[in-house]
C-alpha cells in the first residue's frame, strides 16, 4: 500500500486548500481513509475519515464545517478541502489507510492505522 499526500502550502487565515491523497495497492471499498494532522509539539490528531466500506464520514470537531473529505475512486484519490483556514490548522497533515470494519465513530480519530503517507505541511498565516 502507497499512500501519497499533496497540496499543502502556505495560506493566509480564512483561506482555502485542497490536499489530496492519492492511493495504490489497496483494495478500496475494504479501506477508510483518514486525515490526520501534528502540530510541532502536540500529539497526533484525527481530523477527517471516509470509510468506503458503509460511506459514512467523519470530522473532529475541531474543523466541522470547515472541512469537507470526499473521494474518488477512479482516481484513487481522496480528498480534504479545507476552508476558512485559521492559524490553529497549521501542521503536518497525513493521510492513512485502516480497514474499514475497524473504523467506527468512537475510534476513527485514533492514531492506529497500518498504512501512512509521508505527510504534507499545512501553514496558516495570521
Known amino acids: 500500500v502507497q499512500l501519497v499526500e499533496s497540496g499543502g502550502g502556505l495560506v493566509q487565515a480564512g483561506g482555502s486548500l485542497r490536499l489530496s491523497c492519492a492511493a495504490s495497492g489497496l483494495k478500496w471499498d475494504d479501506f477508510a481513509i483518514i486525515w490526520y494532522r501534528q502540530a510541532p509539539g502536540k500529539e497526533r490528531e484525527g481530523v477527517a475519515c471516509?470509510?468506503?466500506?458503509?460511506?459514512?464520514?467523519y470530522y473532529s470537531d475541531a474543523v466541522k464545517g470547515r472541512f469537507l473529505v470526499s473521494s474518488d475512486k477512479a482516481k484513487n484519490t481522496v480528498y480534504l478541502q479545507m476552508n476558512n483556514l485559521k492559524p490553529e490548522d497549521t501542521a503536518v497533515y497525513y493521510c492513512?489507510?485502516?480497514?474499514?470494519?475497524?473504523?467506527?465513530?468512537?475510534?476513527?480519530?485514533?492514531?492506529?492505522?497500518?498504512?501512512w503517507g509521508q505527510g504534507t505541511q499545512v501553514t496558516v498565516s495570521s
Open positions: 471516509i470509510n468506503h466500506g458503509d460511506g459514512r464520514t
Open positions: 492513512a489507510a485502516e480497514t474499514s470494519v475497524l473504523v467506527s465513530p468512537g475510534s476513527w480519530h485514533v492514531p492506529h492505522a497500518p498504512f
